[in-house]
C-alpha cells in the first residue's frame, strides 16, 4: 500500500485561494452544502473548493505570544482531532481528564494559528471545537465539522463551517484526507477506522492522554510501510511541539493502492529485459517498495509504485548515486546499477551469500563507524537504517545495506547525523533484537535528537549497567567520518593502482590503515613500527597483516637484502617530533628517506600535517596560534578526538619539495585533506598533505 514520490504535502498558497461557493454555519441551517450524486471523480475538488475559500479570509494578525517562526510553521495547518463521540460514558475521572485534555488542545491548536478539523459532532469533537472557540486567537471560519449525513443543523454550535458529506461512516475518508496531521484523544472502533486510515494516507499522528485506542496505540507502527510510529504526547504542549517537528518535513503524498504486481508477472520481465531464463529465477521476498528476484549471479529490485513521475524521480537520484560510488573503492551498498524501460524500474547488483544483521555473531563498534566513515566520504546517507535493511557478507564480513531504494539519499548533515545515532542505538540493543518487537520504538526519536532515554528505560527495565549514554554516543561519534577522512584519501589512491601489489608501512601506527589496505583492496601488507604498546594495543589489526617489523636491525636486513615493495607509505612520521632538538630530528629524517627510497621498486607515498594553515581549527584539531614561519615550528595540537595534546613540527612546502628533490623522487600529485562539508574542494581547515611520489 501506499506511496508516491516524495513531494511537499504541505498546503501550497494556491490551495488558500480557489474562489468557489461554500457553506458556513451562518448560511448553512437549511441548505446542504452540496448535495448526494456528486461524481467520485469531483468529491476531493468540491471538498476543497467549499473549505478553501472561507480560508483566503482568515486573518490572523491578532495572533500574540508566539515567535513569528514558529507561527508559520502551523499557520494555516489542517489539524484533524479525533476520538470518543460520547465522553459522558466514560469513569468520571477519565472523562473529565479527557474533556480537559481536549478543551486546552483546542485552545492551543487555535493560538498556533491552526484550522481545525473534526466529525462536527459531540464527545471530543465538542470540546475542541469550544476550546478553540474560546481562544484569545480565535479567528472566524476555522473550526470545520465534516458530517455524516446531510444536515447540517446536527453539528454542535461551536462549529464554523460544515461539510455535510451524506456518507455516512465514509466520512472519515473525508476528514482524514483533509488533514495535514491527526490527533487522537481516546476513541472506540469510528476513531480506531480513522486512524488506520491517517497511518494508510501517511498523515502524522499524534495520541494525546492514555486511554481508548489511541493510548493503546501510542508509540507503535502499524506496519513497515512507514518510517515513523504513533507518536505520544501528554500535553497539548507536547502534541504542538511534535506537530511543529513533524510538520517540517516532506512526506509522500498518498496516492492510490499500489498496483499489483504477481510473482510470475515479475519474473517474467526479469526474464525478459535481462534474457534470463525463468528457470533461473527466484523470489527472495517482497517488501514495501517492490519484489526482490536473484538469479545465479545477481539480485533484482522490480519497484512496484505506479506513478511513471516517482518512477523517473527515482531514477535520477539512485543514477547519481550510483555513479558516485563507482567512483571510490565502495563497500557500503552493492554496485548497483538502475534501468528504467516501458515504466519499469529495476535495479540490479551482484548477489552476495549473507548474514542477518540479527544473527550475525559479532557485531563490533568498529564495524559500525567503518561503515558510516565510509558514507561519510562518499558523501551519501540511508534514512531507515534498522536491522531488516543491514546485511554482512560472508565472504569479507564487511556490513552493507541491501535496501537500494527511495531512502537512499545524497548527504546533508542532519540526514548523516540521523545514521550515526540509529546505528549507536542499534550497537547498544544488538544482543536483544530478538527479543524487541517494534525496533522503531527506539530509532524514531533518534532522527531528529540525540535523545537516548526510551533505551535507558529498557536497560533499566533489565537491571542492566551502563555509562552515560551521551558521553559513550560522543566518543563513538569521534571515530567517525571527518576524523579518518585521510585514511579514505590514502585507500582511494591505492584502490586506483592496479599495479601495485605490495605495499610497506613505514611507521604503521595502530594498523588500521594497513589492515584496509589489505581488507579491501587485497594487497599484500607488511608493517614496520618500532612503538611496542601500540602493537600490543591494537594487535586485531597486526594478526591480519602479512609481516611486521619493529627494530632497526630488520629494517637494514631487509635493505641488505635487496627486498622490495610496490610502494611504501609513510603517514605522519616526518612531521612528529623524532628528536629533542631540530639537528637530530633531520638526521633521523634523511635516514628515513634512505629507508624508504631503498624498500621502494618505483613508487612512495608520504602524509604529513599540513603546514599552509597554521591557525586552522578543524574537526579533528585545533592549532595555536603563530603568525608565520618560514622554518621548522613546533606546533601543540588538542586532538578533538581523544582530547590530548600532541606536539608535531611543521616545516614549510619548500622543505619537503627540496628533501624530495634530494632523494631524487618526482612529485606526481598532491592532496589535501580537509572536511567536504565545509569546503568541496577540501581546502578549508585541511590537516593533512599527501604526497604521492615516484623514483625517477
Excluded at 498523515?203 to 492522554?209: E, S, V
Excluded at 503524498?253 to 534470463?276: L, R, T
Excluded at 613505514?506 to 612503538?531: P, R
Amino acid at each position: 500500500m501506499g506511496g508516491g514520490g516524495e513531494q511537499d504535502w504541505r498546503p501550497k498558497d494556491e490551495d488558500l485561494s480557489r474562489n468557489s461557493s461554500h457553506t458556513t454555519r451562518k448560511s448553512s441551517k437549511n441548505k446542504p452544502a452540496f448535495e448526494g450524486g456528486a461524481e467520485k471523480d469531483n468529491l476531493q475538488d468540491t471538498i476543497y473548493s467549499h473549505l478553501t475559500s472561507n480560508l483566503s479570509s482568515i486573518s490572523h494578525s491578532n495572533i500574540s505570544n508566539t515567535h513569528e517562526d514558529d507561527i508559520k510553521i502551523l499557520l494555516h495547518k489542517k489539524i484533524a482531532v479525533i476520538g470518543y463521540a460520547n465522553l459522558d460514558s466514560l469513569e468520571n475521572n477519565i472523562s473529565q481528564l479527557a474533556q480537559n485534555l481536549t478543551y486546552n488542545l483546542g485552545r492551543e491548536l487555535m493560538n498556533e494559528g491552526c484550522i481545525i478539523i473534526n466529525g462536527g459532532l459531540g464527545g471530543v469533537m465538542e470540546v475542541v471545537s469550544k476550546g478553540a472557540r474560546e481562544a484569545k486567537s480565535y479567528t472566524a471560519q476555522s473550526i470545520i465539522g465534516v458530517l455524516p449525513n446531510y444536515d447540517s443543523n446536527i453539528a454542535n454550535p461551536y462549529i464554523d463551517t460544515t461539510l455535510p458529506t451524506g456518507f455516512d461512516v465514509g466520512r472519515n475518508i473525508v476528514l482524514v484526507s483533509m488533514a495535514d496531521a491527526v490527533v487522537v484523544i481516546g476513541g472506540g472502533a469510528g476513531t480506531l477506522n480513522e486512524i488506520s486510515l491517517a497511518w494508510q494516507l501517511n498523515k502524522p499522528i499524534i495520541t494525546l492522554g492514555d486511554f481508548g485506542w489511541g493510548g493503546k496505540l501510542a508509540n507503535t507502527a502499524l506496519d513497515n510501510r512507514r518510517n515513523d510510529i504513533i507518536y505520544k504526547a501528554q500535553t497539548p504542549i507536547e502534541v504542538i511541539e511534535i506537530l511543529k517537528k513533524e510538520l517540517l518535513k516532506t512526506r509522500k503524498i498518498f496516492n492510490g493502492i499500489d498496483s499489483i504486481i504477481s510473482y510470475s508477472e515479475a519474473k517474467n520481465k526479469i526474464s525478459k529485459y535481462y534474457n534470463i531464463s525463468l528457470n533461473d529465477i527466484e523470489i527472495l521476498g517482497e517488501g514495501t517498495e517492490g519484489i526482490i528476484l536473484r538469479d545465479k549471479n545477481y539480485t533484482y529490485k522490480l519497484f512496484k509504485e505506479k506513478s511513471s513521475l516517482w518512477k523517473k524521480t527515482l531514477y535520477f537520484q539512485l543514477s547519481t548515486i550510483a555513479y558516485k560510488l563507482k567512483n571510490h573503492h565502495n563497500i557500503l551498498y552493492p554496485n548497483f546499477e538502475i534501468n528504467y524501460k516501458d515504466n519499469d524500474l529495476i535495479i540490479s547488483y551482484p548477489y552476495k551469500e549473507s548474514y542477518t544483521f540479527s544473527e550475525y555473531p559479532c557485531i563490533s563498534k568498529e564495524i559500525l563507524q567503518e561503515f558510516l566513515s565510509q558514507c561519510y566520504y562518499v558523501g551519501i546517507t540511508h534514512l531507515d537504517i534498522q536491522p531488516k535493511n543491514l546485511r554482512i557478507c560472508k565472504e569479507t564480513h564487511t556490513l552493507f545495506i541491501c535496501d537500494i531504494g527511495y531512502d537512499l539519499h545524497h548527504f546533508t548533515d542532519n540526514f548523516f547525523e540521523s545514521m550515526c545515532r540509529r546505528f549507536f542505538a542499534l550497537y547498544l540493543l544488538k544482543d536483544y533484537l530478538n527479543e524487541i518487537s517494534n525496533i522503531k520504538y527506539f530509532l524514531t526519536p533518534l532522527n531528529t535528537n540525540q535523545d537516548f532515554k526510551r533505551i535507558e528505560d529498557f536497560y533499566n527495565s533489565k537491571n542492566l549497567n551502563y555509562q552515560d549514554l551521551d558521553m559513550e554516543y560522543k566518543n563513538f561519534r569521534n571515530n567517525i567520518g571527518e576524523f579518518i577522512l585521510y585514511r579514505n584519501l590514502i585507500i582511494d589512491l591505492y584502490s586506483t593502482q592496479e599495479s601495485i601489489k605490495t605495499i610497506f608501512d613505514y611507521g604503521s601506527g595502530h594498523g588500521n590503515i594497513a589492515s584496509m589496505l589489505s581488507n579491501k583492496l587485497h594487497k599484500e601488507v607488511s608493517t614496520y613500527e618500532i612503538d611496542k604498546e601500540l602493537l600490543y594495543k591494537y594487535k586485531k589489526y597486526y594478526q591480519q597483516l602479512k609481516a611486521h617489523y619493529w627494530e632497526d636491525c630488520e629494517i637494514e636486513r631487509l635493505i641488505r637484502e635487496n627486498q622490495k615493495f610496490d610502494s611504501v607509505l609513510c603517514s605522519l612520521v616526518l612531521c612528529h617530533a623524532l628528536a629533542d632538538n631540530e639537528k637530530d630530528r633531520l638526521k633521523i629524517i634523511n635516514q628515513i628517506m634512505c629507508n624508504i627510497c631503498a624498500l621502494s621498486k618505483k613508487h612512495i607515498f608520504i602524509v604529513i600535517c599540513n603546514p599552509i594553515y597554521n591557525q586552522s581549527i578543524s574537526n579533528i584539531q585545533k592549532r595555536e596560534e603563530i603568525k608565520i614561519y618560514s622554518q621548522a615550528t613546533e606546533f601543540t595540537k588538542q586532538m578533538l578526538p581523544s582530547g590530548n595534546a600532541r606536539a608535531d613540527i611543521h616545516r614549510p612546502i619548500s622543505y619537503y619539495e627540496n628533501l624530495f628533490k634530494q632523494y631524487k623522487l618526482t612529485i606526481r600529485q598532491v592532496i589535501q585533506s580537509g572536511d567536504f562539508r565545509s569546503n568541496h574542494f577540501r581546502i578549508i581547515n585541511s590537516d593533512f598533505i599527501l604526497f604521492d611520489l615516484v623514483k625517477e
